[in-house]
Each structure stands twice: as structure tokens, then as C-alpha cells.
């Protein structure tokens, strides 16, 4: 699909599909719905009745075009009232004309540059533009790797059109950004859809040596074998990964901009590329979906992707402890105290909660490289699912204005994130009779955050930390709104580069 900015009356498009926004019911004394109901010989306002159609946010009318406009179906989105049109609104309305058009094998679309009209506030036609092409990307997103595609008509154009030719110029800006961001997402998605038997920890490290190397000379890629975790002490992550067949990689990305940078970030991701459970084994409903256990290091993996060609003025550091935590004669044990790189002593009580256990020995590596900021990104809990629900991710961190920033981005970038506390009354929960700390906590509730008190233990005091729990939205069971369908999301890709670019 080609994304195009064009300068020119909507109505006046020739396209497959016209998409138009109006705004909801108290706004429809006006010039352009009055021509839009002329143009459909009063039946805009007729079928808005029998179909409930109030021109709220999400809602859509689709109409076979009339003969006097240069198209074959009209597509009307709602965009609410006049200061609720925001981002989102515009993203989901791109989502469903690209659903629209992919159902009916509408290969051009013409979609106008909703938000661009005197006294919407906040509009911003780089910004909109970006929304609108990520959402279409996103929504166009079919995982064709292992099913062959249905073979219906691919969506070839679709044009953004601007009334203002500043505003198209602006929006042009966008786009191209957009396109950048959602490859990034694509390539996330990809790795995490693909099922575990072809995702192993080298593939993945494979994954992260081919970025750097389509990436040119300010992507650089380390990957440390198991005798070199051993070197460095890594006994957690060691521990995860000897109940496997599958070597673990540990995967160590660097970007560095051409200019002097303006701060030092690491981004550390989950990389579990199977989660069973180990010797704690998973229930077999709870284990069908572990292949996304890697989400975290795939977006870290799908930032990468994208940095060599948003060039930031950042250094960006990019850490997956990649492994497999399988059950097997040689798997750790319930029971067993295990030896993180900082020197800590763990207590693993249960198997599954092998995510901190990868994560220990990752954090405290980001840590050694100095950056100013370290921020992880894990689906590390089902107890943030059962808090936050399949959407939001939550958020917890050491410093206030870090988590403010973040959650700034994350509104931005259209991805939800909840801030929750990391509460130091609940540190006792964690504290081991035989170790210096243990990886289950003593209560079954709250269990998000005695996992984010729990790696707290393995970040350097002087840096600031932030840890987002992605277990609900790296990985869709159901649709999340028009453009992200079932399998993986890419969760924290938009968001991470964002906030990147924002520093
Ligand atoms: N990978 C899971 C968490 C998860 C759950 C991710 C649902 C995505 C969707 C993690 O390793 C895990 O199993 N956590 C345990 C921890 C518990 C044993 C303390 C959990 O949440 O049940
Ligand atoms: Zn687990
Ligand atoms: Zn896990």
C-alpha cells in the first residue's frame, strides 16, 4: 500500500473509496454536511436516522457513491464534537476505511485530512498525517508467513487529502515518519507472531544481526553465547535457559547518531521465546499463547528497525536476554538459589516467574553501560492483565518526570499505559528466608508490582528506571479498536520512539 498527500477537494477525488469525517449532531448546521446530504440526495441525514449514525467518534456510514462524484463507495467517519477530535479519533476512522476497503477490494482510497478545519484545536498537520498513516499501516498489517493470503484485491493507493497546501506539505512530513514507525511495528509483529519451534533465541539474534546490518554504520550488534553469560556472572538468566534445547543469545544493539548525543537511553526486552512455565508448568490454556513472551525485545528489535532512518539524536541501547524456559532433566528447579550478575542471590520458588529472573541479569548489564535513562519493556505478568485488561499496559517507575514523559508518548503514539506505584510496604512480600530475595511473592495480589519491586533490585540507583508491563497488549486475543487485529500489536514500538524523539 502507497501512502500519498495530495493537495485538493475531497469530494472531487477520483478513488475506489471517498472517505469523509463529520462531526456529531449539534454540528451538523453547516456548509459541508449540507453538501454531502445534497450530493446523496437528502440521504445522509435519512440513513444517519435509521442507522443510529450521530457522528460519534468510531462510528462510520457507507454509502455506494453518486454518479457526480469520480467514485465508487463514500465513506462517511464521525469525528465527534468540535474540540474532541484528537489523534485517536483520526486513527480509528483510518482504520476502518482500510478494513472498509480491504472487505470490498477497494483498491484506492481517498481519505480526507480529518481535523483540518478552522477552530479544531490542537490540529497539527504533521501530527494528524502520522496518526492517520500509522493507523492505515497498521490496520493493512496480514501475517501471511504460514497461510496463504485470502486473495482479495490489496489496497494499492491511499491518498491523504489536504484543502491547504501547507497542510499537505506538513502532513507529507508525517507520513514519512509513519511509515518508518509502523516497518518498525511490522517487524515486531512478525517476530512475535511467528511461532516459538522457528522463533528461537538465535533467530532472534539472527533478526537483531540483520537490522544492524541494513542499518548502515550507526547500528552496531553484539551477541553474547552462553560461555560468555557465564563469564559475566549472569546466573539468573543462565538458570531460565538450562531446562532448554535452545542456546540462549544474549543480544546487545547499539545506535549511536552522527552528532555529539543528547542523552544515553537502554531499552531492555523480554525475550522469552516460549514460555511453558518450566517445572511450573503452565495450564495447556495459559501456555497457547507463550510464543509472545518475547514481545518486550521484539519492540526493542522493531525500535531498531526504525532509528538508522528517524536518526535521533540519541544513543540508544537495545538488550534482550534471549531464551527459551523450558521443563526438562536439566531445568531449574522450584526451590533452587540462583546467582544474578549483580552479585544478588535469588530464591526461585516458581519457574514461571522466569521474566525477572532473564531480567536481573539484563537490567544490571544496561546499567553497567552508564545510560541516563533505562526503561523495560516485558509482558511479565498475568496479574497486569487481570489489573489493567487486554489493552493497557502499565507503568512503574523510580522517577516522576521519567514516567510522566513516558506516558506523554505513549498518548501520542495512540498506545495506553497506566501509571502504577512501586510501593515499597509490599517489599517484605519479596524478601527470601534463605536468599537475598525470592521471585514469587508471599501475596497473590498485587503481583505487578512485586515483580516491578522485584527488578527494581537489579537497577543502579543513579539511573533513571522505568519498567512497562506489556503482558495485556503485546498480544491480541480479540481486535484492539479498528486497527490492530488479533496476534501481536508491536506494543511499544510507537510509543519507545516517541519518546526517543522527544528528548
Ligand atoms: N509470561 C508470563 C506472563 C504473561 C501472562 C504474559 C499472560 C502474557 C500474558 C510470566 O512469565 C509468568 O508466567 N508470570 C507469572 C508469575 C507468577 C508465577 C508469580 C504469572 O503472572 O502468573
Ligand atoms: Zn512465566
Ligand atoms: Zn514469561
Known amino acids: 500500500m502507497e501512502i500519498l498527500v495530495e493537495k485538493g477537494d475531497i469530494l472531487e477525488q477520483s478513488a475506489d473509496l471517498l472517505v469523509v469525517g463529520i462531526y456529531d449532531k449539534d454540528n451538523w448546521e453547516n456548509v459541508f454536511v449540507d453538501r454531502l446530504n445534497e450530493l446523496l440526495e437528502g440521504r445522509l441525514k435519512k440513513l444517519a436516522k435509521i442507522h443510529d449514525f450521530e457522528g460519534n467518534p468510531g462510528q462510520t456510514m457507507l454509502f455506494p457513491a453518486p454518479k457526480t462524484l469520480e467514485a465508487d463507495y463514500l465513506m462517511v467517519v464521525g469525528l465527534g464534537s468540535f474540540d474532541s477530535v484528537d489523534l485517536d479519533t483520526v486513527r480509528e476512522a483510518a482504520g476502518n476505511a482500510v478494513q472498509t476497503a480491504k472487505k470490498f477490494g477497494l483498491g484506492n482510497v481517498a481519505f480526507e485530512l480529518l481535523g483540518e478545519d478552522e477552530g479544531i484545536q490542537n490540529f497539527n498537520a504533521r501530527a494528524y498525517g502520522e496518526a492517520i498513516a500509522t493507523a492505515a499501516i497498521l490496520a493493512d498489517y496480514e501475517f501471511s508467513t504460514y497461510k496463504k493470503p485470502k486473495g482479495n484485491k490489496k489496497i494499492k493507493t491511499f491518498s491523504i487529502i489536504a484543502e491547504d497546501g501547507r497542510d499537505a506539505n506538513h502532513a507529507l512530513r508525517g507520513v514519512e515518519k509513519a511509515i518508518v514507525i509502523a516497518d518498525g511495528v511490522s517487524v ?18 539472527e533478526t537483531a544481526e540483520t537490522i544492524a546490518s541494513m542499518s548502515g554504520r550507526n547500528v552496531r550488534v553484539k551477541i553474547l553465547n552462553r560461555e560468555q553469560c557465564e563469564k559475566k556472572k549472569m546466573g ?54 507463550m510464543k509472545c513472551d518475547m514481545a518486550g525485545g521484539a519492540a526493542v ?56 529472573l532473564t531480567l536481573a541479569d539484563a537490567l544490571h548489564y544496561a546499567c553497567k553501560l552508564e545510560p541516563d535513562i533505562v526503561i523495560d519493556l516485558a509482558t511479565l505478568t498475568g496479574a497486569c492483565v487481570v489489573a489493567l485488561g487486554e489493552e493497557i499496559a502499565a507503568l512503574m517507575s523510580t522517577d516522576e518526570k521519567l514516567a510522566e514523559k513516558i506516558l506523554e508518548s505513549s498518548l501520542e503514539a495512540g498506545e495506553k499505559m497506566w501509571e502504577m506505584p512501586l510501593e515499597k510496604r509490599y517489599r517484605p512480600l519479596i524478601e527470601s528466608d534463605i536468599a537475598d530475595i525470592r521471585n514469587l511473592a508471599k501475596s497473590r495480589y498485587g503481583g505487578s508490582l512485586t515483580a516491578g519491586l ?28 479498528s486497527y490492530l487485529q488479533k496476534g501481536a500489536t508491536g506494543y511499544g514500538v510507537r510509543t519507545m520512539l516517541q519518546f526517543i524523539q522527544s528528548l
Open 236 to 289: 539468573a538468566y543462565l538458570a531460565v535457559s538450562q531446562g532448554s534445547e535452545e542456546e540462549p543469545k544474549f543480544i546487545h544493539l547499539t545506535y549511536k547518531p552522527e552528532k555529539k548525543a543528547k542523552k544515553v537511553i537502554a531499552l531492555v526486552g523480554k525475550g522469552v521465546t516460549f514460555d511453558s512455565g518450566g517445572l511450573s508448568l503452565k495450564p495447556a490454556d495459559y501456555m497457547m499463547t
Open 188 to 205: 515486531a509483529r512478525d517476530l512475535v507472531n511467528t511461532p516459538g519451534k522457528d522463533m528461537s533465541p538465535t533467530r532472534l539474534a
Open 301 to 356: 528489535l522493531g525500535v531498531f528497525a526504525a532509528l538508522a532512518r528517524l536518526k535521533p539524536n540519541v544513543e540508544v541501547h537495545g538488550i534482550v536476554a534471549a531464551t527459551e524456559n523450558m521443563p526438562s532433566g536439566k531445568a531449574m528447579r522450584p526451590g533452587d538459589v540462583v546467582r544474578a550478575s549483580n552479585g544478588k542471590s535469588i530464591e526461585v520458588l516458581n519457574t514461571d516467574a522466569e521474566g525477572r
Open 454 to 481: 522485584f527488578l527494581a533490585e537489579f537497577v543502579e540507583s543513579n539511573v533513571s528506571w522505568a519498567h512497562v508491563d506489556i503482558a495485556g497488549p503485546a498480544f491480541a486475543e480479540r481486535p484492539i479498536g
